[in-house]
């Protein structure tokens, strides 16, 4: 079992920047991929971004490319979201994945853990 803690969310007018944090424990040394997904009140979760443990590979969905960047550390305990010149639209709540693929994965079911989101309110 991996267990998965988001935090760092809030409120900040658009324009604002805002970084989310993900700290993993248990059975970290499983998952070999990272991701972050929101989901909006009324829409389907959505992937943002994914990080493989091995060789640090990063891909972006195209609303995130140039403003949000994900981070990780090597111990495998912690990711981050750093998110920049955020829109009122990149409101919802954030989740954070943990899942075994090797290679890049932008689907919810290529992900085995989930966190238990934090909220992300953009205004305008």
């Known amino acids: 079992q991996v267990q998965l803690v988001e935090s760092g969310g809030g409120l900040v007018q658009a324009g604002g920047s805002l970084r989310l944090s993900c700290a993993a424990s248990?059975?970290?040394?499983?998952?070999?991929?990272m991701g972050w997904f929101r989901q909006a009140p009324g829409k389907e979760r959505e992937f943002v971004a994914t990080?493989?443990?091995?060789?640090?590979?990063?891909y972006y969905a195209e609303y995130a490319k140039g403003r949000f960047t994900i981070s990780g550390d090597n111990a495998r305990i912690t990711v981050y979201l750093q998110m920049s010149n955020l829109k009122p639209e990149d409101t919802a709540v954030y989740y954070c994945?943990?899942?075994?693929?090797?290679?890049?994965?932008?689907?919810?079911?290529?992900?085995?853990?989930w966190g238990q989101g934090t909220q992300v309110t953009v205004s305008s």
């Open positions: 248990g059975r970290t040394f499983s998952s070999n991929r």
């Open positions: 990080i493989g443990w091995s060789g640090g590979s990063t």
């Open positions: 994945a943990a899942g075994p693929g090797l290679v890049v994965g932008t689907a919810a079911r290529e992900y085995r853990y």
